[in-house]
């Protein structure tokens, strides 16, 4: 039976297990010698529900029904508490941009509690945007619509995409106005305010670990990570185990660089861009967490990056996103060397990292190509071959494996150039020219073969290729100027384009004839419209 609100059961390990901050009262500071801050969100004026997810509801077992119930809007807005939530934010620090950056913290992010379901999973709650905390440092620990429900709808599209991510329950309009400079031009505009409840199993980052380890507070180091693998890791190890080894830290570890090897991948297929990978912005599970100026690739290009405050050094671009991976992994490496005292076991985990997202890509290169298995000896050189192709003329990254899953390896030898690349001609976002067009046609004959080979090999036919692409390739994704439409219908309070594409890209494989049109090139004037091509971290 699915729960009411006030039915649910709160079972908060963290709060009750971890050292709280001596200090009740609600000011930016340091915080020394706990895990977290209690501090209770700010009330606001006018809440009201804009969107909220059932299948969110589900993993907590709660009743769709309570979206109705005026509490859960109330509650999910900041302004009441139900019995069992205790809410509080936690400290950590992290390297921004390369750099150490000491405290930061849940400085706009208030844990309510964890849910613990009937099926013994805890389930973290958070509003993001609640109001100051200990952590906020400069700033009001608020957040805007617009960037709400850019991870409403983000977070919840990388879930049906099989993106490891955090969750989004719900999205409540604050009734409030919030004070932003959106192009740090020193015009600040009023802007609607709004609250997203995420969910995880747990929101630790890597910048948990390092806080303490930066401190030199080896004791408190200890303590966080033997609860992290108590509570978020306990599948890897007896249940009941308190005390661990350096053996267990390592193990945990590694798994820590197999999970982001496989994200880092599932990012690259699907064409994600983080924006800010930061290592307080790596999550410990593997998820995908904080939506800032992230974007999607609409064009092939290795070297965008959607985040305008990382325009100039583009560390954040699409291309170098796993070796920042493995650099952040490094970073949580030193932090932990404390408890392990060992350098070569770190460094083999990060190279177990290395392996694991090598040998992800390939598979996806594999699966994107309708290619039962990666063969090294040619696969490797057809993929480079394709990565050069996209150079010669801007080409749509979601369209294009769509439009090449219809490409009938026997039809295409007696093919002309042009009529080749006419099976994937409505994915480039200019004309090509001859040269560009004799390329193209080159790799897709080269493609043909290497797939009539494989259909040899494997058994496969013509369909079942097409059925193994589009079940990797998704047909729509969050592209930056749909959730830009839907977010300036939702300034004026029209909240429908916001439920639209949360249905749309439920199903991101699906071919959703209604929908086609969702399933379109970026139009010209979003090129290089605000919120469309270029974000800047003003959320
Ligand atoms: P980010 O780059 O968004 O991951 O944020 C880095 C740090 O700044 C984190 O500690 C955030 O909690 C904090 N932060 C970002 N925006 C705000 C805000 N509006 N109010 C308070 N803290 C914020
Ligand atoms: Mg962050």
Known sequence: MPLSLRELVFDNRLVREMPADNESENFRRQVYAAVYSRVTPTPVKN?????????VADLLQLSHAAFADPQFTQVFGGNELLSGMEPHACVYGGHQFGNWAGQLGDGRAINLGEVKNSRGEHWTLQLKGAGPTPYSRTADGLAVLRSSVREFLCSEAMFHLGVPTTRALSLVGTGELVRRDMFYDGNPQMEPGAVVCRVAPTFTR??????FSARNDIA???????????????ALFPAEQHEFTKADYLRWFNEICIRT???MAHWMRVGFVHGVMNTDNMSVLGLTIDYGPYGWLEGYDQDWTPNTTDAQGRRYRYGSQPRVALWN??????????????VEPLQAALENYRAEYEHCAQRDVAAKLGLSQFDPMQDQALNKQLLACFQLVETDMTIFYRALAQLNADDISHYANSQCVDIVRDSFYSVVDARAETQW??????????????????GNTHTQKCERMNAVNPKYVLRNYLAQQAIDKATQGDFSEVEKLLQILRNPYAEQPDYQHYFAKRPEWARHKAGCSMLSCSS
Do not use: C, M
């Not at 890597?206 to 806080?211: D, L, Y």
């Not at 408190?220 to 306990?234: A, E, G, I």
């Open 261 to 263: 090897a496989q994200l």
């Open 206 to 211: 890597f910048g948990n670990f390092e806080i």
């Open 47 to 55: 809440p009201h529900l804009i969107a909220a997810v059932s299948e």
């Open 441 to 458: 046609a080159d790799w897709l004959r080269l493609y043909a073969a290497r797939l009539q080979q494989d259909y040899v090999l494997s």
């Open 220 to 234: 408190l180091l200890k303590q966080f990570t033997d609860f992290t693998l108590r509570t978020d890791f306990s």
């Open 329 to 342: 992994l490094a970073q949580l490496a030193n932090a932990i060397y404390p408890l392990i005292d060992e």
